[in-house]
């Protein structure tokens, strides 16, 4: 691994199914990120997490949760997908703060 | 409330100057950011202001007003490749990314 990977690429859902989006990095950052990108929309934060072990909500975190349980690993989990949830969604992650966040290449989800 | 604002779409002409403007009223400000995102890629990191003034790099610069809460994006030498969304991302108080909708930018021959 170099940097920071996501799985699966894309996926197709049914409504009410649950679903985990996982993403791991081997650069050892600390801090790491759960974004959705909807088109004509900014990114918009789900979770993120400070350091292993901890966890914290973003801007819209209802129907998603996440874990850190070591450094490298942040899962998301969809617990019953909605339609609402089909988005591309981003894993980052940042040393610290003053030198960005770096992203994984993204899983495309759709909930039918 | 906390906002980004930068255009929705910018057209111009291989090898010109282009400057994306970015605006912005966030809780507090710890440095904002520029991202680079082709379509269908992950955003990658252009560049970072705090302090008030021009940073350059390459033929990317971008420079930020703090009091005016306003920033730009400046690039040189369009080339083809220049063709992606760039990203406006204010670091707030509590050391979160802002982000803008995005500027997609579109470079004709």
């Known amino acids: 691994i170099a940097g920071i990977t996501q799985a699966p690429t894309s996926q197709i859902l049914a409504a009410g199914r649950r679903m985990t989006l996982r993403c791991t990095q081997d650069m050892r950052h600390n801090a790491m990120y759960w974004y959705r990108q909807d088109l004509g929309l900014g990114l918009r934060l789900i979770h993120y997490s400070n350091t292993a072990g901890t966890t914290g909500k973003g801007e819209v975190p209802d129907g998603y949760s996440v874990s850190r349980a070591n450094t490298d690993d942040f899962p998301l989990t969809l617990a019953s997908a909605v339609p609402s949830q089909t988005s591309v969604y981003f894993c980052?992650?940042?040393?610290?703060?003053?030198?960005?966040?770096?992203f994984g290449p993204g899983t495309r989800l759709t909930v039918l | 409330g906390q906002n980004i604002d930068q255009p929705t779409e910018m057209t111009a002409t291989e090898g010109a100057i282009v400057q994306i403007n970015c605006t912005y009223q966030t809780s507090g400000f710890n440095g904002l950011f520029w991202y680079q995102q082709h379509a269908g890629e992950a955003p990658t990191f252009l560049s970072y202001n705090v302090l008030d003034g021009l940073e350059e790099k390459g033929r990317f610069s971008s420079f930020l007003s703090r009091s005016k809460g306003y920033s730009y994006l400046l690039l040189k030498e369009l080339q083809m490749k220049d063709s992606a969304s760039y990203l406006c991302?204010?670091?707030?108080?509590?050391?979160?990314?802002?982000w803008g909708a995005g500027t997609k930018l579109i470079i004709k021959p």
């Open positions: 980052a992650s940042s040393p610290v703060p003053r030198e960005g966040q770096f």
């Open positions: 991302a204010v670091m707030d108080s509590n050391y979160q990314l802002i």
